[in-house]
DNA sequence: GCAATAAGTCAACACCTGATTACATAACAA
DNA sequence: TTGTTATGTAATCAGGTGTTGACTTATTGC
């Protein structure tokens, strides 16, 4: 009886800090910010509630700290920009069905929370839209990535979060041969 | 004393189904699924709350009448498809900063409830997206057909919704031209 | 060992949610 | 006028929300 059967965490404020922000990206990403409750975020973290409002102040500043900074394009500027659009095409394509974290689909799934669009808002614009308008080449910079954003963001919603059948039978390649397209012919120059 | 004063709507199922339809309508379009509540609704439509449920049975089944007939692509597809780019390109640029009743918002701010899905995806599919790939010649109709469809909810999230601004200072005649083109691109043949 | 401090727990708050119930009332037919 | 049915009302249910302050417990420095 003396052995210790539960795996009692030691006290350690940045680790229990860790846990929280861990459990909270997977609650995030899946049931998005309204959606994602902070008890349940909580038990995840097999954490105290009061806890989240100790380190984070509010949800509000738990979301900031656990998804703001995953808001960001670095993984798709890997690489020079005369294949962006196949590369990126491919990226997404790849991603049907999968079910890790992704900071796409969790900025849909919170994009609809009155709470959490003020924050995502200036992430969107600072951390995806400018850098990538930056990599491009020629006139309308900024337009042409918002258009790269809004084309590939609408993609992820559709496929990934209503699920709608965005290929035919036949087509998951010609779909990613299309999107690929798409994207490239706004990346070169108009 | 005998003349009524005060405009008690006379009993009327079918008026007062009529008032939780539109206060529904504008209520979801305005704070998606989740965050419309059932109060809310019902006092919008000068009405008690429990006729909702006797009425329409449930909140979904509200939704469902009162929301997804309204998701077709038809004011789109009026006039030929030669111009079809610069035409909803228009419109869509021009519903920045509108207010009123607009299919493709009430559909984006639904799209995260759970509940909400199952019935956006296959009203998405039947009633958008099918319609447009009938009117596309060529191959991959279905596919060309869904990436316009993702261009352009995508563009009205991030536009209308997360609010991010996607045109730089001088640059609102740049994106309108450029979506035109994007989306005109996709509905010649390739 | 002991006190100080950090870390974590607990119960409760005030408020909201969708749904259901018993009940009252208006409209209409016999 | 009476009885019946359709229509609307108010109270309530069981559960959920984020947040708070007081409490207990573990760890650390002396």
Known sequence: MTSSQKPVRKRNAEKTQ?????????????????????RQIADRANVNVALINRYFGSKEGLFQQAILPELNIDFMLEGDMTDFGQRVAEMFAAKTGEKDFDPVIALLRASTSKEAIPMLRQTVEEQIIKPLAARLEGDSTHERASLIITQLTGYDLLNRIVNVQTTSSNGADDMTRLLAKTIQDLVDVV
Do not use: C, M, P, S
């Open 18 to 38: 860790q846990a929280i922000l861990a459990a909270a990206q997977q609650t995030f990403f899946e049931k998005g910010y309204d959606g994602a409750g902070t």
